[in-house]
């Protein structure tokens, strides 16, 4: 199983990203697909998720109304659209995928230990 994520870069506070994540080697059509971040010297942060084919979704309450969490289960994607940009959201996003289908309210979606496959990183750089 691949994640691999693109769409990083840097841009100025109020601009928009999209990040995009392809999955290959098997689906997550039923499962959860999450978007994490990190800071150096900082944990692993969950910022959203988007599980089962209905598209339930939760957002960390510091993205909430700013980021916009989607997939494609034809091509197996997750995006994340960024917008209203902060300096905080610089990081190191990641991509990650659960083939485990959680209870829906479970915590597990929001924890990175919920997930055993991630992308490779990209970064995001947010000027002031």
């Known amino acids: ?39 150096p010297g900082e944990e692993r942060e969950f910022v959203a998720v988007i599980i089962t084919s209905a598209g339930t979704t939760r957002y960390a309450d510091s993205v909430k109304g700013r980021f916009t969490i989607s997939r494609d289960n034809a091509k197996n994607t997750v995006d994340l659209q960024m917008n209203s940009l902060k300096p905080e959201d610089t990081a190191v996003y990641y991509c990650a995928a659960t083939s485990v289908r959680y209870n829906s309210g479970s915590p597990y979606y929001q924890s990175k230990e919920g997930y055993a496959y991630w992308g490779q990183g990209t970064q995001v750089t947010v000027s002031s």
Do not use: D, I, K
């Not at 840097?10 to 080697?25: I, K």
């Open 1 to 39: 199983v691949q994640l691999q994520a693109s769409g990083g870069g840097t841009v100025q506070a109020g601009g928009s990203l999209r990040l995009s994540c392809a999955a290959s080697g098997r689906t997550f059509r039923n499962s959860g697909m999450a978007w994490f971040r990190q800071t």
